[in-house]
């Protein structure tokens, strides 16, 4: 477990940044939050009053960057110039952290979609040296994010054993995601809890919370475009639990309700750290 709060690169609780309430605030100068996450694609390329306005948000808050589109277990050849201009960017809004999906997207064009990497060793030391390479034209340390995924890619060793292998020949830190997870441990038959606990505490950078579909009852659909779960705050709980609180941040992609009610769920986010902290000190 890190031996303080500031071992991690953030603290507290975050919120994704997205259009429906950027504007809600940027104008709202006692809005409470500890950090928040930028997705690098959909502003690389804004100048302008949106490059500026985004630039007083980034220097109100802490931010971390959270990408779509790197294709680290792709075939293709790494976006150099893509990852130098993410350099950039990072350097103008003071970003430190950035976080990628351990996934593939690309194919002869982008596939839109985040597609699971074979669990196999040879799939380990090819995704590792690109995420090596990544870091080297970056100058900084990047962390990947556990992803959902609904059909089984080639399975030479179990999800948790390729994840820990990819980070430790990587070098790299894990942005863990408490609710994809729980998506893939009820769609195909693991334990959660289990898979939390063989995550390396020391790699953890901040942790995702967000919502799914319940399309069956063994059948879960990560759609970032509800509220969280019952199932999923009490896996937060006990994700607190063994690794210790760890900043967490709640994603909202799709049907994005009112602020208000969003930072209902950062709310909840708080309490539970608070509790945990208590657990701890106990």
Excluded at 43 to 56: A, H, P, S, V, Y
Excluded at 221 to 250: F, M, N
Aim: hydrophobic share 40%; aromatic share 10%; net charge negative.
């Amino acid at each position: 477990m890190p031996e303080a709060e500031n071992a991690y690169p953030v603290s507290g609780v975050g919120l994704g940044l997205r259009r429906d309430f950027f504007d809600e605030i940027r104008t709202s100068p006692d809005f409470q939050i500890d950090f928040m996450e930028v997705v690098p694609e959909n502003w690389l390329n804004f100048g302008g009053q949106k490059g500026r306005q985004l630039k007083e948000l980034t220097e109100r808050f802490p931010f971390v960057a959270h990408g779509l589109s790197l294709d680290l277990g792709g075939l293709r050849p790494l976006d150099e110039p893509y990852i130098l201009a993410l350099k950039d960017f990072f350097k103008t809004h003071h970003i430190q952290t950035y976080t990628e999906h351990l996934s593939y997207c690309g194919d002869s064009g982008h596939l839109y979609d985040l597609m699971p990497i074979p669990f196999t060793e040879e799939a380990v030391h090819y995704v590792a040296a690109r995420i090596r390479r990544v870091q080297d034209l970056l100058e900084m340390k990047i962390g990947i994010e556990n992803i959902s995924f609904y059909a089984l890619p080639c399975q030479e060793m179990t999800e948790h054993d390729f994840v820990n292998a990819v980070l430790a020949e990587a070098d790299c830190g894990l942005l863990l995601d408490v609710n994809n997870t729980y998506v893939n441990a009820i769609n195909h038959r693991y334990d959660a809890l289990e898979y939390i606990q063989a995550m390396p505490t020391e790699r953890l950078m901040y942790l995702h919370m967000a919502g799914h579909f319940d399309e069956a009852d063994d059948l879960k659909i990560d759609t970032h475009g509800q509220a969280v779960k019952e199932e999923v705050w009490t896996l937060l709980e006990q994700t607190y639990q063994y690794h210790g609180v760890v900043p967490t941040l709640l994603e909202r992609d799709f049907n994005i309700p009112p602020l208000s009610e969003l930072m209902q769920e950062v709310t909840q986010i708080r309490r539970y750290q608070q509790d945990g902290k208590q657990t701890n000190v106990r």
